[in-house]
């Protein structure tokens, strides 16, 4: 075990009592803020979401912001749409993006390795995302810095590397503001996220 690893463990747990205390009230609306700034967001005089040709989003596990309406907006708006899929017939556990967009759509999903929503294993798999993609990433805890701390099974980190090769992909972090510290501890391998969207609204990463 090393300091950075004790560090990540303990603010996991921390994050975790935090969600915790969130009423599923409280949880719905600031999911519905956040979806609105998403979708309506400016950064930098361009509106990330607007000119963005692919959305990757998630499906929320408990204590995760809702975004199912912002892939309902992207799918109506003629965007490809992407969610996570975890392949369990390899070595790790891999998980990757696959496109949703076609029939189906978010009513297609099935249970997938552990129970969650997912696209099925017929659906196309994301090879690589253009510039201008938007890439919705969850998380336990984020810090100003673009700082992440996942679930400690570095699904994403890993299967961001493979998709998000071309410049101009945008990362944001998609918490509620519970989850904003001051710091997450970091390795060399921990993706960092361009910009943090809460319900208190979107802010870019410094």
């Known amino acids: 075990m090393t300091a950075i690893g004790d560090a990540k463990r303990a603010m996991r747990r921390e994050a975790r009592t935090r969600l915790a ?14 979806a609105e700034h998403l979708v309506g967001s400016d950064v930098a005089g361009s509106d990330v979401f607007a000119s963005a040709p692919a959305v990757v989003g998630f499906v929320a596990l408990a204590g995760e912001p809702d975004v199912s309406a912002v892939l309902t907006r992207a799918l109506g708006a003629g965007k490809r749409v992407a969610l996570p899929r975890i392949e369990p017939g390899e070595a790790d556990g891999s998980m990757t993006f696959r496109w949703i967009d076609g029939p189906g759509g978010l009513a297609g999903l099935a249970r997938g390795a552990f129970g969650l929503l997912e696209p099925g294993p017929a659906t196309d798999r994301v090879e690589s995302l253009g510039g201008g993609s938007l890439v919705l990433v969850p998380g336990l805890a984020f810090d100003g810095g673009g700082g992440r701390l996942g679930r400690g099974k570095g699904y994403y980190d890993r299967a961001l590397a493979e998709v998000t090769r071309s410049e101009g992909v945008v990362l944001a972090g998609v918490c509620f503001e519970a989850q904003v510290v001051p710091r997450v501890p970091r390795e060399d391998h921990d993706r960092a996220v361009h910009m943090i969207v809460t319900e208190a609204g979107l802010r870019q990463a410094t």
Do not use: E, N, V
């Open 21 to 34: 205390a969130m009423d599923a009230q409280q949880g719905a609306a600031a999911s519905d803020a956040i």
